[in-house]
C-alpha cells in the first residue's frame, strides 16, 4: 500500500474534489485520484487560498497587535489575543505578571476553550456521530440533533453562552475585546461580575460531565468504529505545565512518539524555532510542520485535545482526572491515535475547563486591582497557548519605533496538517476504496477531518467561507458530475 | 430589561467593506443613544452569526441583521423580512439569519421575533482594506432609512 500522498500508478485516473469541507471553518478541498475501477491512488487535503495576515501586521505599533490579530478569525480571536499578548509581554519586559492579569488572562482562555469545544461536539461532530455518517443528510445536522435530542442541543448552546459571558466580562467586551494588553489586562473582575458567573457554574459542570457521558457511551456503543475509523499512527506535541500537568495557557512543549515515548520536554517558547520546521510541498498553501531532529518523514505530529490529554501526565482538577484515567483505561493504558478519540478528549477537555473556570472564579485575585507589569524593553517576543484546536505559536520582532517588523504565526490547523492528511487517506483506503463515492461515503472523508476541528480560516489567514461542492474529473481532467452544498 | 428591538451587525472590521455591519452599530450606538438609553433599542455586534446568538433574540419584538452583500440594487442596500430556515449553514461554524431564527424556535420553543435583514452593498473584501466610497455611501443610506423606519 502506497502512502496516497502522491500517486504511482500509471493507470488513467479520474480527479474527485471536494471543495470547502462542512462544518471546518475557512477554505480547503478534499481530493481524491481514483483509476477505472474506483482504486484510490491519492488522497490530500489542500488549502486552496492564502492571504498574508503577517504582511498585515507589520509595520503596525505592537500595542496594536493583540486586538488586530482578532480580525485574523472569528472562531477563536480569543485565542489569538492571548498568544499575542504573551509575546509581546516579553517585548515590554514583562516576564511576570501579577497574579490578577494572568488569573484573568486564563480565566478568558478557559472560557474560549469551554465555548469552542461546545461547538464542536453540541453543534457541529454530534450529528455525525449521534445519527451516523451516511445518515440522512437532511437530519445530519443540528437542527436534527434539535429535533432528536433537545436537551442536548440546548446545553450546547447555553455551554456557549456561558463561555462568551467568560469572555465579555474578562475582555472588555463580546468581541474586538482588549482586554489583554502587552503586560497584563486592562480590567479585572468585580465582584458582582464573578458572582454573576459563579451562579451558572453548577449547571455548567453538569452539562459537561453530562458531555463526557454521551461521548463515552458513544464509544462503548460502537468500539470497533471509534477504535479504527482513519485510524493512524503518529507523535503528538503540546504545552505541559508544571510537573506535567495538563495546561492550555502556558507551560512548555513537549512532544512523545506513537509508542508514549517522552522524544523532546522542557522546550521554552522562545527556542521553538530550533525545535519545530515547516517544510512546504507544491500542491499546498498550507505548511507542513515537523520536529527538526526527526526530519520531515517522521517528524510530523498531531496536536489539540487527543495530544494534550496524552501528552500530560495527570489534571490537576478531579473530574477530568478521573475521566482521563477512565479514557486511559478503555484503552488499556496504550496510546490512542484513532481520530474518533479527539471527541472523547475534547469533551474531557471541556470538563477540566468548567472546572478551572470554577476555581478561578473562588479566587480573589480575579477582582484585584494590579494589572500591569513592565520591565527591560527587547525586541522580539514568542507567545505559545493551547489553542481549542491545539498549539499556538506567535512570534514577533518590534523596532526601535515600536513598529513591528516580523510575524510568524504557526496555528494549530498547521501542526495538524500532514495529521488530517494521514486521517483521510486510511478513511480512502478502508471506506472509498474500490467503491463508487456517495455522498455518504464523501461524508466520511469530512467526518475524519472534522475530528481535529481545524478551523481553516486560521490556516489560510483568512476569513474564506465558500461553498462546498464536490467535481467528478475523468483522466483528462474534465468535469463530469458535480454536487453542491451552499454555504457563504 | 429587555430592550424590544435588537439591530446585530456583523462582519469582519479589517475586512473592507465587510466592515458595514459592525460600522451600522457604531454609528447608531452614537445617533440613538437616547433611544438605547431608555432600553428602547439595544445593538449588538460580532464577526458573524453562531448559535448562541439565538438567545439573544429572547424577548424581542424585532430583530434587524445588518450585514454586507455584494449584490444590491441601486439603493445600496435593502431591507427584506426573513423567515425561519433550515439551509446549509447548519454544519458551518456560521449561521444564517434564516438558520439562526431556526435554531431559536428549536431551542427556545417559541416563534422567533419578527426579523429583517439589511444587506448593505460592498465591492471590496480584502484583509486591510479600508471601506470603499461606495459601500459608505450605501451604509449612509442605510442608516437614513433605518432612522425614517423607526
Known sequence: MTSLETSQTDKPTRRISIDQVSRVEGHGKVTLLLDDEGHVHQARLHIVEFRGFERFIQGRPYWEVPVMVQRLCGICPVSHHLAASKALDVVVGATQLTPTAEKVRRLMHYGQMLQSHALHFFHLSSPDLLFGFDSEVSKRNVVGVVAAYPELATHGVLLRKFGQEVIRLTAGKRVHGTGSIPGGVNKSLTRAERDELLAALPDVLQWAREGVDLVKALHQKNTALYESFGLFRSSLLSLVGPGGRLEFYDGVIRARDADGQVMVDGIEPKNYRQHIEEEVKSWSYMKFPYLTALGPERGWYKVGPLARVQNCDFIHTPLAEAERQAFREAHGGQMVHAPLAYHWTRLIELLHAAEVIGELLRDDDLMGDALVVSGERVGEGVGIIEAPRGTLIHHYKVDSQDLVTMCNLIVSTTHNNQAMNEAIRSVAREYLDGHEPTEGLMNHLEVAIRAFDPCLSCATHAMGRMPLYVEVRDASGAVVGSATKSSR | ?150
Not at chain 2, 47 to 67: I, N, P, S, T
Not at chain 2, 68 to 91: I, L, M
Not at chain 2, 104 to 125: H, L, M, N, S, T
Open chain 2, 1 to 150: 430589561m429587555t430592550a424590544p428591538v435588537l439591530v446585530f451587525g456583523y462582519g469582519n472590521p479589517s475586512r473592507g467593506d465587510d466592515a458595514v455591519g459592525p460600522e451600522f452599530v457604531r454609528r447608531l450606538e452614537l445617533s440613538q443613544a437616547d433611544a438605547i438609553a431608555r432600553g428602547e433599542l439595544e445593538v449588538l455586534t460580532d464577526f458573524q452569526l453562531q448559535v448562541e446568538h439565538a438567545l439573544d433574540l429572547k424577548g424581542r419584538e424585532r430583530v434587524y441583521f445588518v450585514d454586507a452583500t455584494v449584490e444590491g440594487g441601486a439603493a445600496g442596500f435593502a431591507v427584506t423580512p426573513v423567515e425561519p430556515s433550515k439551509d446549509a449553514t447548519f454544519t458551518t461554524h456560521v449561521l444564517s439569519p434564516q438558520a439562526l431564527l431556526h435554531t431559536y424556535q428549536a431551542v427556545v420553543r417559541a416563534p422567533p421575533p419578527q426579523a429583517f435583514v439589511i444587506a448593505i452593498r460592498g465591492e471590496r473584501f480584502e484583509l486591510g482594506e479600508s471601506m470603499s466610497t461606495a459601500a459608505t455611501a450605501h451604509l449612509e443610506a442605510a442608516l437614513t432609512a433605518f432612522a425614517a423606519l423607526r
